[in-house]
């Protein structure tokens, strides 16, 4: 079955895939970027395609949605699985159903921090990283690519709660993790161990690992030297953009404009308080 690590774009879903991912199929916790092959994103092009299904229908692929993820789940095994969709019923289609999720982690963050760096990420403005909160427009790497219907930043906060009914669900924020890495990472590996219904025995040498080989300076230095599969190409000048952009130093109070941060903080403001933001 599997556990979800589910976020809006750019909340800290790579760091977390990143530390799980040494846990979990690394032999000593060293991270390296091709450990998060071990993570899949869904929906994925190419896996429906792989199934037969017409990718250019997104009708069709909505529709198959669970069949696709009948056909990958190992029922006696527990598969992470990455996602920026919200918990989503489409005509009765549902995102995800309990015969296949374990439970979910999400993550969260301040969306005026989510707007600085998805802009960088998209080569696109304050503006328009505003607007695509707002609006819930689907997003897509390319023009090839299917739709994640991402909806708005609050619209999939709130979708993934519903896990919280059937006790599945472990939220955490991203400010938390950049703090204090070692006691969330510790609670991320305390929820997955509930959900699986076994003790977690901690590999102390091994979580401390993941801890040291995951820091914001040694990913962008491993970017910097290897170059990163999910950074996107600059729009205006076909250069990559760097995915570890700012990290901790990406702070809204400093380069966010004064009515765009207001215009976020009155759309969002009931989750805002409720997440402590405001």
Known sequence: MFVWIASYPKSGNTLTRSLLASYFFS??????????????????????????????????????YIKIQNSINVKNSTQFLKTHS????????????????LGVIYLVRDPRNIIISAANHNSSTHRNSADDMISGKPLRKNKNDI?????????????WKSFKNVDRYLLIKYEDLIADKEKFFFKILNFI??????????DKKKFQKCLDTTSFNQMQNMENKFGFEESLKNKNTGIKNKFFYLGPKNDWKKMLDVNLKKEIEDKFEKEMKELGYL
């Open 27 to 64: 032999r000593e916790g060293i991270f390296d970027f091709k450990l998060l092959e071990n993570i899949k994103q869904f929906p994925d092009k190419y896996l429906f395609s792989k199934h037969g299904i017409n990718v250019r229908d997104e009708k069709e692929v909505i529709r198959n």
């Open 86 to 101: 919200y918990l989503f019923n489409i005509e009765n289609n549902p995102f995800t159903n309990l015969n296949n999720s």
């Open 147 to 159: 739709w994640t219907y991402t909806g708005t930043w609050n619209g999939n906060y709130n979708s």
């Open 193 to 202: 161990h509930k959900l699986k219904k076994i003790e977690l025995v901690l």
